[in-house]
């Protein structure tokens, strides 16, 4: 993969198996953790991320969409750590996303990073 092939970008990693929101937003603190085990840490964060919830696989379910701008190697290592931390019976799965429903990742990203 050449380097322009693999630069940062917003992408989603869903995990579903939630039949209900508050059990998808329950889902959040141990993947925050995972993703940021020392919340006292000096900024910035390794990888800008963030969370919504969407639907799920059928009409009675919720998704957990994770957002994190990265690149396609590490959105991929991400999506396997929250795989194994979450087990069955939930699926994880990781897709590129438009960078204008995740805005504030990017800025994040930009300003962390020194490019204005």
Do not use: N
Request: with cysteine; net charge negative; glycine share 8%.
């Amino acid at each position: 993969m050449s380097p322009a092939e693999d630069q940062p970008r917003v992408y989603e990693i869903r995990i579903h198996g939630c039949p209900a929101s508050q059990e998808a937003l329950a889902l959040q603190d141990p993947i925050d953790r995972l993703l940021c085990p020392d919340p006292d840490h000096a900024p910035p964060c390794e990888i800008p991320w963030s969370f919504t919830l969407a639907g799920g696989d059928d009409d009675a379910s919720t998704a957990l969409v994770l957002g994190v701008y990265t690149s396609s190697g590490r959105a991929t290592q991400v999506a396997d750590r929250v795989r194994t931390l979450l087990g069955e019976p939930r699926s994880v799965g990781v897709s590129e996303a438009d960078d204008g429903e995740w805005e504030e990742l990017v800025e994040q990203y930009r300003v962390e990073k020194g490019m204005g």
